[in-house]
């Protein structure tokens, strides 16, 4: 059974940092692209950013590049988020989810953890 468990959501003030994980368990960890998604209460969900299986190819979104950065640890089936210069905006459920490399879209999510940022 594949499981994602984020952790580290919080609250934090505009202009501070805050740095989230998302354990994995029941998969080939190295074998999967990781990514983060946030969704915040009205909105849709938002791509904020991805990870290859090897670590070496990242991609992120516009509204966080320069202030996010996500990072892995394929000997702890982990993947990261740093976020730093946090804004209100950054307020939302961050989500991790996996997708097999070679294929395109994400194939496991996890639960969710709350981020928010006043201002």
């Known amino acids: 059974q594949v499981q994602l468990v984020e952790s580290g959501g919080g609250l934090v003030q505009a202009g501070g940092s805050l740095g989230l994980s998302c354990a994995a368990s029941?998969?080939?960890?190295?074998?999967?692209?990781l990514g983060w998604f946030r969704q915040a209460p009205g909105k849709e969900r938002q791509f904020v950013g991805r990870?290859?299986?090897?670590?070496?190819?990242?991609y992120y979104a516009d509204a966080v590049k320069g202030r996010f950065s996500i990072s892995r640890d394929n000997a702890k089936n982990t993947v990261y988020l740093q976020m730093n210069s946090l804004k209100p905006e950054d307020t939302a459920v961050y989500y991790c989810?996996?997708?097999?490399?070679?294929?395109?879209?994400?194939?496991?999510w996890g639960q969710g953890t709350q981020v928010t940022v006043s201002s």
């Open positions: 989810a996996a997708g097999r490399t070679g294929k395109s879209e994400f194939d496991y």
């Open positions: 029941g998969l080939p960890f190295s074998m999967y692209f």
């Open positions: 990870i290859s299986g090897s670590g070496g190819v990242r």
